[in-house]
């Protein structure tokens, strides 16, 4: 992939959001209104689904970015093998 076009996949962490914040959520608030406890169920599935939907978006943005920054900035073993395979080696800094 050309550096230009590493970009961090925003739908991935779009679905992962709404399956497991916006979804849930919604669905206990139907619920809740259907059978008329209004706040209880949406209270509950929220103090649930808050911190699984951050560890599970933050998660998700970590290893994009991973992964873009590996597509843009390879290790330095990868830069090596391709400057020695090529003859072209940086200049040694002690000499």
Do not use: K
């Not at 550096?3 to 961090?8: E, I, K, S, T």
């Not at 608030?29 to 939907?53: E, F, N, S, Y």
């Amino acid at each position: 992939m050309d550096r230009q076009q590493a970009h961090v996949n925003w739908r991935q962490l779009t679905i992962r959001l709404l399956l497991t914040l916006i979804a849930p959520v919604g669905f206990a608030l139907l619920l809740d209104w259907w059978l008329a406890t209004l706040p209880l169920i949406t209270m509950v599935i929220g103090l649930i689904c808050i911190p699984l939907a951050t560890a599970v978006v933050v998660r998700t943005a970590l290893s994009e970015l991973d992964r873009v920054i590996a597509e843009v900035a390879p290790d330095d073993q990868v830069v090596d093998e391709n400057q020695n395979a090529d003859g072209a080696a940086l200049p040694d800094a002690g000499a």
